[in-house]
């Protein structure tokens, strides 16, 4: 195994834990490291990256995310409580409204660009068939 390679694994390896910590604890993400996950693996790891693709829970989320860019409606409020729930507890513990502002500000754009995603596989065969746009692609 190349040093590049071992780089790649290393850093699938920290980003497969981050997912997993995140699947327990509310505020961190797990679906942005297991995506982060899958593309270090897919540079490293033939093994890893297949049983990513086959767990039960990162499995479904990533192919619907690789082949047609689904991100799950559940998902998407989710995000949105958690960033609320994140800008609360800022206020209360730091009480900078410039830092709380720029930090909302950020993740309104994170939620506006999550939202652009169809949410189900129903939704984006609609938007394939009206020949609409799935997101930033067609």
């Known amino acids: 195994m190349n ?10 390896m ?3 834990g981050v997912a ?3 699947v327990y604890l509310p505020l961190l993400p797990w679906s942005t ?5 899958a593309y270090c693996f897919a540079k490293s790891s033939k093994r890893m990256h297949d049983w990513l693709y086959s767990h039960p829970l990162f499995g479904p989320f990533l192919l619907g995310w690789q082949e047609k860019r689904i991100f799950p409606t559940r998902m998407k409020y989710l995000m949105v409580v958690t960033m609320c729930v ?16 720029w930090t909302g500000a950020f993740m309104t754009l994170v939620v506006l660009w999550g939202w652009r995603y169809p949410g189900s596989e129903k939704e984006y065969q609609l938007r394939k068939e009206e020949g609409r746009r799935i997101a930033w692609i067609k």
């Open 3 to 12: 040093l590049r390679k071992i780089f790649w694994f290393t850093l699938g």
């Open 14 to 16: 920290f980003f497969v």
């Open 20 to 22: 997993f910590v995140g």
């Open 33 to 37: 490291p297991s995506v982060i996950a």
């Open 86 to 101: 994140s800008l609360i507890i800022m206020w209360f513990t730091t009480g900078n409204i410039t830092a709380i502002l």
